[in-house]
């Protein structure tokens, strides 16, 4: 897969204004992203989703995250996540492979 030290980069210039990866840290403007694998897109406790988001049937994984993340919103038409995507396939790998390390 990727490279998480890339992908923290990543995180951090584009998607950490957002969300959070560790459990204690709570939601931000965008829902709390650990435990991200394998949930259901709209079911993170305290957070209010889009009915869109809720409504999606998405389960995420590597697959859908990799679709997802070229752009939120043709994915997800309605998702309130104001994010342009990561067109680049090796960035949206590293991405991916940050996060399932660290909101595991």
């Known amino acids: 897969m990727g ?4 992908g923290a980069k990543i995180f951090k210039t584009k998607c950490a204004q957002c ?3 560790a459990a204690a840290d709570g939601h931000k403007q965008g829902p709390n992203l650990h435990g991200l694998f394998g949930r259901m897109a709209g079911t993170a406790d305290g957070y ?3 009915s869109a988001n809720k409504k999606s049937g ?3 994984n590597d697959k859908a995250l990799m679709k997802y993340l070229i752009n ?3 994915m997800i038409p309605g998702t309130k ?5 990561l067109k ?3 960035d949206r ?3 991916i492979a940050y996060l399932k390390e660290s909101t595991a």
Do not use: C, Q, R
């Open 3 to 6: 490279d998480a030290k890339k």
């Open 19 to 21: 969300h959070a990866v």
């Open 48 to 50: 209010s989703y889009s």
């Open 58 to 60: 998405i389960e995420w």
């Open 72 to 74: 939120p919103k043709k």
């Open 81 to 85: 996540m104001v994010f342009a995507g």
């Open 88 to 90: 680049k396939k090796g």
């Open 93 to 95: 790998k590293d991405l």
